[in-house]
């Protein structure tokens, strides 16, 4: 029912800046949460950031201050502006729709993943 579709990834030197998109279908985007996870080489996927269908924003603490998470209902989009790049950033990068339906259970849907690679 919902497909995501990320970009925006690439090959950056440390201290540079990358922004991610992930563009949704569907006519119900608005009504979900949102977030961005990780997963680098040898570890578990890692939620990165979030945002509420009503727009709170909730960051782990190795990206605060750093990376900014925003939606734009209006182009079915989230994005991931990600400043201040480090090598630990370096991971493959994870769309995420959750909503949880107060009578039909829970939509979950991921994304393909986009490699963001910070290396000098």
């Known amino acids: 029912q919902v497909q995501l579709v990320e970009s925006g990834g690439g090959l950056v030197q440390p201290g540079g800046s990358l922004r991610l998109s992930c563009a949704a279908s569907?006519?119900?985007?608005?009504?979900?949460?949102m977030g961005w996870y990780r997963q680098a080489p040898g570890k578990q996927r890692e939620l990165v950031a979030s945002i509420t269908s009503g727009g709170s924003t909730n960051y782990a603490d190795s990206v605060k201050g750093r990376f900014t998470i925003s939606r734009d209902n209006a182009k079915n989009t989230v994005y991931l502006q990600m400043n201040s790049l480090k090598p630990e950033d370096t991971a493959v990068y994870y769309c995420n729709a959750d909503r949880v339906w107060s009578d039909s259970g829970r939509d979950n849907y991921w994304g393909q993943g986009t490699q963001v690679t910070v290396s000098s």
């Open positions: 569907g006519s119900i985007f608005s009504i979900y949460a």
